[in-house]
């Protein structure tokens, strides 16, 4: 089959694992629907695994029958998952890499952006003041391709506009009542579009959805244009891109902020070609 090897799995796996407190070595939240690597047993979110043999495939000039466990190395040729005592399925490695959305640059650095330290941009991007001024009643007509990056990097999957336009729905929506402070305070207002965001995007980004509508936040708050946002958050970063400049402000250098990221060896050619 297109999904793996299908033996009568009932559809309770697809809930949260109870089973296991400790968090997904990959996107470090609770693990959801638990699988398993058939030789070493180190536990994943299914999706998180499935696309991790996925990226690794995509490095590749002639993808293999097994992939190395991102956490003992070890080859491994399917993923256990949808196991309930009795049953279980099992996905057979590349068995479907054609199809696999590959990573961009842009893709990357933007995921790893969601392992830093939050609040690294809020002394340059004043969220306060954009409420404060009403801004977010002026439109932001990148605001579309950037969330769509965000999801992709975030999902890692190509195809995402429905979420994005369910996201932007909300958003437009919100930004589109023009109260003022004589009937709403601006931090009722903030407090409203940080809940909404979240109910909106939680289904889909689970553990990183507090952290997507920060970066939503900031975003919006900043002003800027895809390219001059991203700029501004590498230099921050103390990272170098290509196409992108590290020169000091008017004000002095940037303090530098090294991200917090996982060891997983995806993210280790984020300055490679794509």
């Given at each position: 089959?297109?999904?793996?090897?299908?033996?009568?799995?009932?559809?309770?796996?697809?809930?949260?694992?109870?089973?296991?407190?400790?968090?997904?070595?990959?996107?470090?939240?609770?693990?959801?629907?638990?699988?398993?690597?058939?030789?070493?047993?180190?536990?994943?979110?299914?999706?998180?695994?499935?696309?991790?043999?996925?990226?690794?495939?995509?490095?590749?000039?002639?993808?293999?029958?097994?992939?190395?466990?991102?956490l003992c190395k070890t080859d491994n040729?399917?993923?256990?998952?949808?196991?309930?005592?009795?049953?279980?399925?099992?996905?057979?490695?590349?068995?479907?890499?054609?199809?696999?959305?590959?990573?961009?640059?842009?893709?990357?650095?933007?995921?790893?952006?969601?392992?830093?330290?939050?609040?690294?941009?809020?002394?340059?991007?004043?969220?306060?003041?954009?409420?404060?001024?009403?801004?977010?009643?002026?439109?932001?007509?990148?605001?579309?391709?950037?969330?769509?990056?965000?999801?992709?990097?975030?999902?890692?999957?190509?195809?995402?506009?429905?979420?994005?336009?369910?996201?932007?729905?909300?958003?437009?929506?919100?930004?589109?009542?023009?109260?003022?402070c004589q009937t709403i305070t601006y931090?009722?207002?903030?407090?409203?579009?940080?809940?909404?965001?979240?109910?909106?995007?939680?289904?889909?980004?689970?553990?990183?959805?507090?952290?997507?509508?920060?970066?939503?936040?900031?975003?919006?708050?900043?002003?800027?244009?895809?390219?001059?946002?991203?700029?501004?958050?590498?230099?921050?970063?103390?990272?170098?891109?290509?196409?992108?400049?590290?020169?000091?402000?008017?004000?002095?250098?940037?303090?530098?902020?090294?991200?917090?990221?996982?060891?997983?060896?995806?993210?280790?050619?984020?300055?490679?070609?794509d």
């Open positions: 089959m297109a999904q793996g090897q299908e033996l009568n799995v009932c559809s309770s796996s697809a809930s949260p694992s109870s089973e296991d407190s400790n968090p997904c070595p990959i996107c470090l939240a609770p693990i959801f629907r638990l699988s398993y690597l058939d030789k070493c047993f180190h536990k994943f979110c299914y999706k998180c695994i499935l696309q991790w043999t996925r990226v690794v495939a995509s490095k590749q000039s002639d993808p293999s029958s097994s992939v190395k466990c991102p040729f399917s993923i256990i998952h949808g196991y309930d005592g009795c049953s279980f399925q099992k996905h057979y490695i590349n068995q479907d890499s054609g199809n696999c959305f590959v990573l961009s640059s842009a893709h990357k650095y933007r995921l790893q952006c969601y392992y830093t330290e939050p609040g690294f941009l809020d002394d340059i991007f004043d969220a306060s003041r954009y409420w404060k001024s009403f801004k977010y009643l002026q439109p932001n007509c990148w605001l579309q391709n950037w969330l769509r990056r965000e999801i992709q990097a975030l999902m890692q999957e190509e195809d995402v506009d429905i979420i994005m336009h369910h996201i932007f729905g909300v958003i437009k929506s919100l930004m589109s009542h023009k109260q003022k931090e009722v207002k903030q407090r409203e579009f940080q809940e909404a965001i979240s109910d909106a995007a939680r289904p889909f980004l689970a553990a990183r959805t507090d952290r997507f509508v920060n970066e939503v936040e900031l975003f919006l708050a900043s002003g800027l244009n895809i390219e001059a946002y991203d700029a501004v958050c590498i230099q921050r970063l103390g990272w170098s891109a290509r196409g992108v400049t590290t020169e000091a402000t008017a004000e002095g250098e940037i303090a530098e902020h090294r991200p917090v990221i996982p060891y997983l060896h995806s993210f280790d050619d984020f300055d490679s070609s």
